[in-house]
């Protein structure tokens, strides 16, 4: 008579293995695709980020024909980032009602009414220093002076149609300064998704390319959390929710999958884990140069947030699962 476990009796086969799988395979519903929108004159600008291979900067007419195609695919939500034609020092296209964002909501709105809209809330794209916030004369970006301008473009993105705001400037109250005008706006019923959880992480490196936001000077450490602190995640993640978070958001998500476990258990909303630019270009690069079989790396990592507790998953593999038929 065996006296040890015997694991392998329910590893036989795939159809034993699915059905005592405990995390679920990826599904639509899952899944939330970024696009980064470009305010320019040229209708047919189409550009590859050369650090994320497979991801573009688009006009808003390629941004409608790009998301044609991964809504046909079974696309069901969007985050949009914007990249305004002038910067300035109080980021005012960032919450102009004729902003690149702003744009972009009514334009797929119009055209696809059942897609789920997500704005990212920053300054940092928008800033002519590219911090995320109103700079002191001495570099410090200025936390209170701030948060009416992220409020002002959270109500901006509301006015044009957005179905959910998503801060993620990581100003200490934001969260409660945008609840507050948005409900002064008559946008009582829209969902705030915190970036309650963004590390200042070394992962953001493509991103910072894409949305042309690199910080000028200095860097976001002063602001964004420092990468040895577990703890405190969950310190930021009770404050937004305090302030009327919906729900949050863990940034980065493969390197912080232990974070997102203790947020998933210390919390009950809705919780999303962004696999960043970063995540996205190390497999992309190892599986172009077949050091990887990418697609199966690519579903491994996504498996594995699901398995920590993300109910959502933003990534820019979004269009390549879709298409693939790779989420159910």
Not at 44 to 55: D, L, N, T, V, Y
Not at 185 to 201: C, D, N, R
Not at 243 to 250: N, P
């Amino acid at each position: 008579m065996s006296t040890f476990h015997r694991g392998r009796r329910l590893r036989q086969g795939p159809q034993l293995r699915a059905l005592v799988r405990e995390t679920p395979p990826l599904l639509r519903e899952d899944l939330i695709m970024p696009y980064f929108v470009v305010e320019t004159d040229d209708t047919a600008f189409r550009k590859e980020i050369s650090a994320m291979p497979g991801q573009f900067q688009l006009s808003l007419a390629e941004l409608e024909k790009q998301v044609g195609g991964a809504v046909a695919d079974g696309l069901m939500a969007v985050l949009l980032f914007g990249i305004p034609k002038i910067k300035d020092e109080r980021a005012s296209g960032a919450w102009a009602e004729d902003g690149i964002v702003q744009q972009a909501v009514r334009l797929l709105r119009k055209r696809f009414p059942e897609l789920v809209i997500i704005t990212d809330v920053c300054l940092c794209e928008y800033m002519s220093h590219g911090h995320c916030g109103i700079l002191t004369p001495d570099g410090v970006v200025e936390n209170d002076a701030t948060l009416p301008l992220l409020a002002a473009t959270a109500v901006s993105h509301a006015r044009a149609g957005a179905d959910i705001v998503a801060p993620s400037d990581m100003m200490d109250g934001r969260i409660a300064a945008i609840r507050t005008a948005l409900d002064e706006a008559g946008f009582t019923s829209t969902p705030i998704m915190s970036y309650a959880v963004k590390y200042a992480s070394a992962c953001y490196g493509p991103f910072r390319e894409a949305a042309e936001s690199a910080p000028a000077c200095g860097d976001r450490k002063a602001y964004q959390m420092d990468p040895g602190n577990a703890r405190e995640a969950l310190i930021e993640a009770r404050a937004d929710l305090a302030e009327g978070a919906d729900m949050l958001i863990v940034k980065p998500a493969g390197p912080y999958a232990d974070i997102l476990r203790a947020v998933r258990d210390a919390v009950d909303v809705p919780l999303a884990a962004y696999q960043v630019s970063g995540e996205y270009s190390m497999i992309r690069a190892a599986g172009l140069n077949g050091w990887i079989d990418e697609r199966a790396v690519m579903l491994e990592s996504l498996l594995g947030l699901k398995r920590a507790g993300a109910d959502m998953l933003i990534t820019y593999f979004t269009e390549t699962l879709l298409r693939e038929g790779l989420a159910r």
